[in-house]
Structure formats: structure tokens, C-alpha cells
């Protein structure tokens, strides 16, 4: 039975596994084995050609770059004002406390794309449109993390925070010396997670950016596979420089990742 | 003490402003002038000219539209189901003793971390009818094979394929945290009582889980009404809108076409229908509550 399980689990593991190994291969082998369908499952002739003609093709750095950036800004904006409100309905009284916290929680079944012409329509109001913060400011605008660091805070006892209050610290104070160091976990997840869903977003910076120079990794992508068509090698290779950070840290988080969802009361 | 409230509160509304100013400016905001918008003609240059309901009755009359509408439907109604189920059947899977687990559930929700436009171009290199993989092996094994790209329904079925790859390992993790909730000692006893696998399946672990089911749920109806990236990027709607969907027509209408207004339109259809879900699901979920 046990024996069972573990094949039954290999061998979904690596139909799951095998689409990464797929592009991986790919990226490493030349365009004449791929058409010529001499590519096999262990990869022969390994080249690192493929990188080379993208990054000569395309400001592959400049991309890099922006997506650090803006994924850097978007992930410390969201956690940093979600841990806040998160604090705040969790553990202080104030009248509106619910109406708000209803009213926050419910955008998060709003589907972007509902308000994407509208949003388009203010950033160009703003004059943001075509920059950086055309991307950073609505990306933040999420209540998921808020959600989350509530939850994670009702289990801090009021006790802690009472003692701190006692002591003369202000409200300020007890968040960020008592709060704060408490849930660590939670801000690492919280921090990887939102840096990940701006690191793979894909629709609006395709509505927000103009200029190639601002593009982000996944615009990139898109914009390349126009330029190169079905060139598969070519697009797998730089789809690897999109995809290889996440992942080498998805697999380091992971196991938080898992915590986040435990300690948010989802069971 | 009524003083000591009231600086509470101050603190308060200090703490929520940042999070409140970006949804109120940047979600709410938006949401209004959507709505606005759906009742104008505009090209989103200057001001666009007041139609009242025309978008709305134009909806009415659009094949393309009601052919997205459609496809959203079945898309929904076949990966919900489908990502649940296969999400559930992993996560017991990997729940019980095995060799390695942490490794099984860390390649089980790998793709997770993969953005949407590059799954969507592997997709497309496994799906190519001249280079692709998944025709090689099929024919390989004397199978036939199938034009993903050029025959509507395959299209679709390659759209599903995808999205699964995509999801599962996310419900996957969601029942195997909430597995990891469930009390032992109600499968000891109903093990007992001689409960079979199946039998102890169906009438402790499944209602056992029906929180996480009812987030999963509600997660995976509002992203497959909101699928785009994969769309967009693997089949672009086509062939002949066989794979289109509300959210890739409203952004076709509304940024190629620069039909804002009408964009918008299809925008609250979308709205409309995600509200009375959420609503439904919410109602349902609660009755049950009442019984229990």
C-alpha cells in the first residue's frame, strides 16, 4: 500500500515537474536540434547560445532590473501598511472597525480587470501613466496580507500588548517593539508573497508601461515572442531568467508559505 | 478612560489610513468610474459622450460577447471541479506516511512560483502542432493527434490542461494545511466502528474540510471568471473566439479596439456575476452552518 503511494506520488510529481525540466532543456539546446525534433529527454548537445542571442537582442538587464525594483516596492508598501491595518483591526477599538474591514475585504473578489479602463483613466490623470508608479501604487492596493496579519494578530495575547501600554508605550511603540518582532513568520510570508504575485503580474504593467525601456520580465516575454515567434529556444531561455529567481526562492519559503496558511485560520 | 478610547481610536485610524487611501484611490475610485465609464462612448482620450444604457443593449446583440460569456461559464464549471478534486486526491496523497513527503509537496506546488506569461509559453511549446511535445509522445505511442491549435475545442482543452498544471498544487496545499487540522481521534474511532477508507473519506475527512472547500471554492470560480494571462498569451481567444473569455474580450475592446466604454460594460458584467457568486456561495454556506 505504502509502496503504492510513493509510486502513485512519483509518478504525479513528475508529470508536474517534467513542463520546468521541459523548458530547461530546451533553453539549452540549439533551435536546428529542436526543429530537427533531436531533443531528447536527457538533453545531448547543451549549448548556452540561446542566452547570449537574447540577451544581445534585448535589454535583458534593464528588465532584471525593473522587475526587482518594482516587485521590491510593491512587496514593501503592501506589507508595511497590511501589517499596520492588520494591528489595527485586530487589536484596537475604533468605531467603523468592521463596516471598514468588510467593505477592505470584499475588493479582494474584485476582479482587476472590471476596473482596468478606469484605473487606466486615473494613472493618466495622475500623469503616472508609462512610469514606475503607474505599476507600484495600484499593485499595492491589496487587502489579501491585511487579511492575513488580522488574523495572525488575534493570536497575540491582549495580556503582551497591555503590559506594554502599561509601561507607557505608545500605540506606535507596542506595534513595532512587542508586535512586530512577535510575527517574523508572518512578515516573511506576507513579504514573499506579495513580492511574487508583482514579480509574475502580467495584465497591468501591459496597460501601465509604453516605453521597452520600463518593461518588466514577464512584458518582456510577451514583446520577445512577438519579435521571435515560435523561435521556442530563444523564448525558454529567457523565460528561465524570468522564472529562476521565484523559484530558487519559493523553494527556500516554501515552508513558511505553508506556516502563512496554517497560522491564517483557514482550517 | 473614555480619553484613553479615544486616543485608541486615533492610533487606530492612523494605523488603517496607508491601506485605506490605496484601496480607496486605487480600487474604489476606479470601481465608480467604471461605472461611469459604462455608460459612455470613449476612446479614453478627452471627454467621451453620454449614451446611457446603449453599451448595455449593444452586450445584448453581441455574438463575440455572448461566445466569451459562454466560454467563461464552461471554463469555470469544467476547471473548479476539476482543480478541487485533483487538489483533494493529491493532498491525501501526500497526508499519509510516505518516503520524502516534503519533496513530493514542494514539486507538487512548484508551478505556483511560475508567472502566468511563462507557463502560458510552455504551454505553447508543448502544445505547437509542428515541434510539440505532447503530439510527439502521443504519437509515439501510436495515439492520434490532436490540433490544439487549430481546432476550437482542443484550443479549450489545452487552456484547461494548462490552468490545471497551474492550480492544483494551491488546492493541493490548502487541504493538506487543513488535513493537518483535523482531529486523529475521529478517523481512530470511526476506524473503530469499521469504517472503510471510503466510508471514514466520505463522512469525516470531506466535512471535516468543508471550510477549506468553501474558500477553494470561491478562490478558484473568481479565477477562472478572471483568466487572462494564459489566454491571452497560449491561444490569444482564438482559434475564431473559441477560447475567448469576458476578460480577454473587455481587454481587447478596450485597449485595441479603444472601445472604453464598452470595455467597461463587459467589465460590470463580470462584476455582476462575481458579486451574485460570491452572494450565493456565502448564503449557502451559511445555511449549512445553520443546520449543523
Do not use: C
Not at chain 1, 517574523?184 to 497591468?204: H, T
Amino acid at each position: 500500500m505504502k509502496l503504492l503511494r510513493t509510486v502513485a506520488a512519483s509518478v504525479v510529481a513528475l508529470v508536474l515537474v517534467f513542463p520546468l525540466y521541459w523548458m530547461v532543456v530546451v533553453a539549452l539546446s540549439s533551435r536546428r536540434d529542436l526543429l530537427g525534433g533531436r531533443v531528447g529527454v536527457l538533453p545531448s548537445d547543451l549549448t548556452t547560445d540561446n542566452f547570449r542571442r537574447v540577451l544581445e537582442a534585448f535589454p535583458v538587464g534593464t528588465w532584471f532590473g525593473n522587475s526587482v525594483a518594482v516587485s521590491l516596492s510593491v512587496a514593501v508598501l503592501t506589507v508595511v501598511t497590511n501589517l499596520m491595518a492588520g494591528y489595527a483591526f485586530a487589536h484596537l477599538r475604533f468605531r467603523g472597525a468592521s463596516p471598514l474591514f468588510v467593505l477592505a475585504l470584499g475588493t479582494l473578489v474584485l476582479p482587476v480587470q472590471v476596473i482596468m479602463v478606469a484605473l487606466f483613466r486615473l494613472v493618466t490623470e495622475l500623469q503616472l501613466y508609462g512610469t514606475y508608479w503607474a505599476v507600484i501604487l495600484p499593485t499595492s492596493a491589496s487587502a489579501l496580507g491585511m487579511f492575513l496579519a488580522r488574523q495572525f494578530f488575534l493570536g497575540i495575547p491582549r495580556d503582551l500588548l497591555d503590559a506594554a501600554r502599561l509601561d507607557g508605550a505608545g500605540e506606535w511603540r507596542t506595534f513595532s517593539r512587542i508586535v512586530l518582532p512577535n510575527a517574523k513568520p508572518l512578515v516573511a510570508v506576507l513579504f514573499f508573497m506579495s513580492l511574487l504575485s508583482s514579480w509574475n503580474d502580467f495584465a497591468w504593467p501591459l496597460i501601465a508601461l509604453k516605453d521597452n525601456e520600463l518593461f518588466t520580465l514577464p512584458i518582456g516575454l510577451l514583446y520577445l515572442q512577438g519579435q521571435y515567434g515560435p523561435d521556442y529556444t530563444a523564448t525558454m531561455a529567457y523565460a528561465l531568467v524570468n522564472v529562476a529567481p521565484m523559484l530558487v526562492l519559493f523553494v527556500i519559503f516554501q515552508r513558511f508559505f505553508v506556516q502563512g496558511f496554517t497560522s491564517s485560520g483557514l482550517r | 478612560m473614555r480619553q484613553a478610547a479615544r486616543v485608541e481610536a486615533r492610533a487606530a485610524y492612523a494605523f488603517v489610513a496607508p491601506t485605506a487611501l490605496l484601496l480607496g484611490l486605487f480600487v474604489f475610485l476606479p470601481l465608480a468610474w467604471a461605472v461611469v465609464i459604462s455608460f459612455q462612448s470613449t476612446d479614453g482620450f478627452g471627454q467621451g459622450a453620454w449614451i446611457g444604457l446603449d453599451n448595455y443593449a449593444r452586450l445584448l446583440g453581441d455574438s463575440r460577447f455572448w461566445r466569451a460569456s459562454l466560454n467563461t461559464l464552461v471554463f469555470t464549471v469544467v476547471v473548479t471541479p476539476l482543480s478541487i478534486g485533483l487538489g483533494l486526491a493529491a493532498a491525501l496523497l501526500l497526508d499519509a506516511a510516505l518516503p520524502a513527503r516534503p519533496l513530493f509537496r514542494t514539486v507538487l506546488i512548484l508551478p505556483m512560483a511560475v508567472s502566468g506569461v511563462a507557463t502560458a509559453l510552455v504551454g505553447l511549446l508543448f502544445f505547437d502542432e509542428n515541434t510539440g511535445v505532447l503530439n510527439s509522445i502521443l504519437a509515439s505511442f501510436g495515439l492520434s493527434e490532436p490540433a490544439w491549435q487549430s481546432d476550437g475545442p482542443w484550443a479549450f482543452a489545452s487552456v484547461v490542461l494548462v490552468t490545471l498544471w497551474w492550480r492544483v498544487g494551491f488546492n493541493m496545499l490548502i487541504y493538506l494545511t487543513a488535513l493537518q487540522g483535523t482531529d486523529p481521534q475521529l478517523h481512530e474511532s470511526a476506524m473503530l466502528d469499521g469504517a472503510s477508507w471510503v466510508q471514514r473519506l466520505r463522512h469525516v475527512t470531506i466535512p471535516a474540510l468543508r471550510p477549506a472547500t468553501f474558500f477553494l471554492v470561491i478562490i478558484n470560480v473568481i479565477y477562472s471568471f478572471q483568466v487572462f494571462d494564459l489566454v491571452f498569451v497560449l491561444t490569444g481567444g482564438g482559434p475564431e473566439d473559441s477560447t475567448s473569455v469576458l476578460v480577454t474580450y473587455a481587454y481587447e475592446q478596450g485597449f485595441t479596439q479603444r472601445d472604453q466604454g464598452y470595455a467597461a460594460a463587459v467589465g460590470m458584467v463580470l462584476l455582476v456575476a462575481t458579486l451574485a457568486f460570491t452572494t450565493l456561495q456565502w448564503r449557502l454556506n451559511r445555511g449549512r452552518d445553520g443546520e449543523a
